[in-house]
């Protein structure tokens, strides 16, 4: 972070006042050393450094106290910009954010379904590069890439290992061809992992540190954050209730998993379209079985809120009502009024601004083994 930066402890140190920071939006230096215990005039020091790097801006003024100015710094929005991508069964969708974590730019294109691997590759690839050309014509620094990918993935080679919904989405190292076709430093995570990461930094959930995100979009899946830090179980495919089997009959060979009975490609739907209908009978089963779903997240996490994200579960939808009503009937009694159900905020280019975020930690990463 600059030549009188020497340790890698240091390094660190400036990491993590830039995340706090670019959470607050803005913060005073002695919020920073309180926040983070580390001493007042090491934060001073260490925030001069990056105000001198143009990483950090100073507004107004400030009071003096004891030599050092009293005004909050905050990032500097134009010190570069960060591509976000997600891609789903239906959709690719494309991001951009200024340095402080605002969405200046987005794009969005139907994915066509194919059987075969190569062809689907090259829609992904050639997205990402038509995005790229406008968005490089648009802001002089890109200094990354963060991908949302759906399925099972392996996050720490950047694989999509495979992916129900999408056939063709098998052993793609996703993260390597988008590198190596960018020249941009990239990463690769779960696509409803970072959808939760988007809502924690500024969604529903940015006052929480205990909640479920549980997204219904082209399949179902999960983001979990437990006492303040995202959970990514100890293979790293936590969060896949998309394949928890729903029972039909007395034969379980009949079950079937959770995301091939109330997604939107299982009930044939597409919520974005301005004609979007669904019937009542279906409606009510849907959200039948995800608010029993509900009440057994809450009995096995006891968070202090589950959000839900997707077209079909807003509060204007009709899978709504049952979904509250079965959830409030069947979960534990003491949880009821305890573990709140709320919307999530941040609309349906969420993963894709979450994929910017898990850019921003994979440049300024806060261990020093992470990517």
């Known amino acids: 972070m600059g030549a009188t930066i020497t340790s890698d402890n240091e390094h660190l140190k400036c990491h993590r006042l830039l995340h706090l920071i670019r959470r607050e939006g803005q ?43 009293g005004s909050p710094v905050r990032l500097n929005p134009d010190h570069g910009h960060l591509v976000g991508f997600d891609m789903e069964a239906k959709r690719l969708r494309l991001v951009v954010t200024d340095f402080a974590g605002t969405t200046v730019w987005q794009a969005h294109k139907r994915l066509f379904p194919s059987k075969d691997r190569r062809r689907l590759i090259e829609q992904i690839l050639g997205f990402i590069d038509k995005g790229l050309k406008e968005i490089r014509n648009r802001y002089r620094q890109v200094l990354g ?4 990918a759906n399925g099972v993935i392996d996050a720490r080679r950047g694989v999509i290992l ?145 959000l839900l994200a997707g077209g079909l579960v807003r509060p204007d939808r009709p899978l709504w009502d049952p979904m509250i009503r079965v959830f409030r ?7 009821v009024d305890r573990v709140q159900i709320l919307p999530a905020r941040l609309g349906p280019f969420a993963a894709a601004i979450g994929a910017a975020h898990r850019c921003f930690e994979m440049l300024y990463p806060l261990e020093p083994d992470s990517e």
């Open 27 to 69: 913060a005073s230096r002695l919020q920073c050393a309180r926040s983070l215990h580390i001493s007042n005039s090491r934060v001073c020091d260490l925030i001069q450094q990056m105000l001198d790097r143009k990483l950090l801006v100073e507004d107004g003024d400030g009071t003096e106290r004891r030599g050092r100015k």
């Open 145 to 148: 890439l963060g991908m949302a």
């Open 162 to 306: 495979h992916y129900d919904l999408v056939p063709a989405a098998r052993d793609i190292p996703l993260r390597d061809l988008v590198a190596g076709r960018t020249n941009l430093p990239c990463c690769m995570d779960n696509n409803i992992r970072v959808l939760t990461l988007a809502e924690w930094m500024n969604g529903a959930a940015q006052h929480l540190h205990s909640f479920i995100c549980l997204a219904v979009r082209s399949g179902v899946g999960a983001g979990i954050v437990t006492n303040g830090k995202l959970h990514v179980g100890s293979h790293g495919f936590a969060g896949e209730p998309g394949y928890a089997p729903v029972t039909f009959g007395r034969d379980w060979r009949q079950w079937k998993p959770l995301q091939n009975v109330v997604s939107e490609s299982a009930l044939g739907v597409d919520v974005e379209a301005s004609d979007f209908k669904i019937s009542e009978g279906t409606a009510r089963r849907a959200g039948e079985l995800l608010g029993a779903h509900l009440a057994t997240l809450a009995a096995v996490l006891d968070p202090q809120a589950i």
């Open 329 to 335: 009937q069947m979960v534990v009694p003491e949880l």
